[in-house]
């Protein structure tokens, strides 16, 4: 069953086009990805399926509600993790998480067990009673992930969720929300710059300009950049290149002392060459597509790079837009 | 729609953090001291006593108007705090009508400068000022409506500014003329018509006013009251639903 729709959305903010007529949907209880650099229009996806944003034309449905026209029905069903904070630094743990369960109408025979289940979730008992402010960025987003499951939605939005953080909080991080379907029969949405971190993903669609143009798991993601590379040091390169074109029908070149060939499946490949050639080489490694690669591919440019001062420039005059029209 | 939890959640929140805030709890009973004591203190050496009114006791109608305007512009401004730094938006995607959030925000307002208000008004004694219980309690009243009326100001304003630059532009060119031209300081019999104008259309004026009528003795001459009591009581409780329902509108916007 299909708990997100979106059906040829359009966002416009003023002659901007943050997102340009796009459709997909996302199944009940799996991880879904929305990868693309910034400014690509993930934030403001996010945010018309949150009902913070209506949008300039198209529907979206969550849960089975209209996202633009039953925004408390949606709202009841989500939890959301910001990209920047939104805990209170000057509330305890506590506070937030109890300001959130009343916000959310937790019944009060409810509530203490709720938060308490909260701060044990996130590893936070015993700074429970600490103000936020005292918080390092790691355990503000374990927080924020526990205080957005605590009226046990449906669906569970993470934008960037890693972002800031050190890599040890990130990982630390990941192995938590991967949990979470299988814990709370919940659906992740989640949307990230980092491609790495995308492989945790059920389904990953891929958006570039207010544009999705790549979609699927992110195997059949990988496949579209071909399949793994082989690069083999041997002791004669010329006459191990020849060898694997006769033997394998596998086109070899070189580069750096290397030969390098492609195939799709270079695990099952890697013992059939050493079984032929084993004697001549020297040293052999494989490199795997990454979803950066697929990236790389699709666009022409890779995620982190240059796109990103480009794509800020979008993001910049969408938040003065923003700034200047809608109050609240 | 008012939800009644979203109300109580959201002033709270304000009231726990006004607690644990101790500097900001003691400067603003302060200010409002320092200028009944200094100011007012200094200027009733030069300006006589008229119909038995001191000039200290002129201004503390005044005096309890200044801590209501600061107290509750303060306590809606915060919402530009809470936007800049995200709280705001863990209030927004909560399945709670916008206009629940504004009366919060109001109702945060009203309770904090109506606090602050009753310590203020302690002091009448100290200013040989006699007030009967009747009247204390509708002075209370009066900082009640005049608070909530003044905090919606305060919303609708912060709906306009989204970053803390802003508040110095709310401080010096809304909350100090708002002061200045209500009163609080000099009779607005004695103003010029200019800013006698721009005094009628401020609605602190007529809490102060309202003020006056409860808190010095009847008919007092040029340091008296300056309108009638029901008409003052009309205007603040105008203005305080025009301000919340036009802050509930401001809030209501989606981009």
């Known amino acids: 069953m299909q708990i997100i729709s979106v059906e040829n959305i359009t966002k416009r903010f003023g002659n901007i086009t943050a997102v340009d007529g796009i459709t997909f949907g996302v199944e009940e209880n799996s991880i879904f990805g929305f990868l693309g650099p910034n400014g690509a229009g993930k934030t403001t996806t996010i945010s018309i399926l949150c009902t913070l944003l209506d949008p300039t034309s198209g529907k979206a449905f969550l849960n089975g509600h209209d996202c633009s026209t039953e925004s408390d029905a949606v709202r009841k069903s989500i939890g959301i993790v910001f990209q920047d904070s939104s805990l209170d630094k000057d509330l305890t743990a506590r506070e937030n998480l109890t300001f959130h369960a009343r916000l959310y109408r937790v019944a009060r025979a409810e509530r203490k067990q709720r938060v308490e289940a909260a701060l044990e979730f996130a590893g936070l008992q015993d700074r429970a009673d600490d103000l936020i402010k005292k918080f390092s960025g790691g355990m503000k987003r374990r927080l924020e992930v526990a205080r957005g499951l605590i009226h046990r939605p449906k669906v569970l939005f993470l934008d960037e969720p890693t972002l800031g953080l050190d890599p040890q909080s990130r990982a630390g991080l990941w192995e938590f929300i991967t949990e979470l379907p299988k814990k709370h029969e919940i659906t992740i949405f989640m949307t990230t710059h980092y491609m790495e971190e995308a492989e945790v993903c059920d389904q990953i669609a891929i958006i570039d300009k207010g544009k999705i143009i790549a979609s699927g798991t992110p195997q059949s993601l990988k496949k579209l950049v071909g399949g793994d590379v082989i690069y083999l ?52 490694r494989m490199q795997r597509p990454t979803l950066n690669d697929v990236f790389l591919k699709l666009t022409g440019k890779a995620i982190r790079e240059e796109i990103q001062t480009a794509g800020n420039d979008v993001k910049e005059t969408v938040r003065s837009y923003r700034r200047r029209h809608d109050r609240g | 729609m008012i939800e009644a939890n979203a109300v109580y959640v959201i002033v709270a929140r304000e009231l726990k ?135 919606s100001l305060g919303i609708v304003l912060a709906s306009f500014y989204d970053s803390y630059e802003s508040f110095s532009v ?49 008919g007092a001459g040029v340091m008296g009251t300056d309108f009638p009591f029901l008409l003052d009581l009309a205007v603040i409780l105008a203005s305080a639903v025009i301000f919340v329902t036009v802050g509930g509108k401001s809030f209501e916007r989606k981009g």
């Not at chain 1, 890697?270 to 004697?279: K, N, Q």
């Not at chain 2, 709280?87 to 109506?114: D, Q, W, Y």
């Not at chain 2, 009779?187 to 009528?213: Q, S």
């Open chain 1, 233 to 284: 040091r041997t002791s004669d390169n010329t006459k191990a290149a020849d060898t694997l074109q006769k033997l394998f029908g596998l086109e070899a070149a070189e580069k750096d002392g290397e030969i390098f060939i492609s195939t799709p499946r270079g695990d099952s490949c890697i013992p059939s060459i050493i079984r032929e050639i084993g004697d001549t080489v020297l040293s052999v």
């Open chain 2, 17 to 151: 953090k006004f607690v644990r805030e101790r500097t900001r709890l003691v400067s603003t009973i302060a200010r409002p001291l320092v200028w009944l004591f200094l100011v007012g203190g200094g200027m009733s050496r030069m300006i006589p006593a008229s119909d038995g009114i001191s000039y200290m006791q002129f201004i503390f109608p005044g005096i309890l108007g200044m801590t209501i305007l600061f107290s509750s512009i303060f306590s809606s401004i915060s919402i530009i705090w809470d936007k800049e730094f995200g709280f705001m938006k863990e209030i927004l995607v909560a399945p709670i009508s916008r206009f629940s959030i504004v009366v919060g925000k109001a109702t945060s307002g009203m309770v904090l400068s109506t606090l602050q208000a009753v310590v203020i008004l302690a002091f009448y004694p100290l200013l040989g000022l006699k007030i009967g219980l009747a009247e204390v309690a509708g002075i209370i009243l009066v900082s009640a409506i005049l608070s909530f009326a003044i905090s």
């Open chain 2, 170 to 218: 709310i401080m010096n060119f809304i909350v100090m003329p708002m002061f200045f031209l209500s009163g609080a300081m000099y009779p607005v019999k004695l103003m010029p018509d200019v800013l006698r104008f721009f005094t009628k259309i401020n609605p602190l004026t007529y809490g102060i006013d309202a003020i006056k009528h409860l808190s010095l003795p009847q």
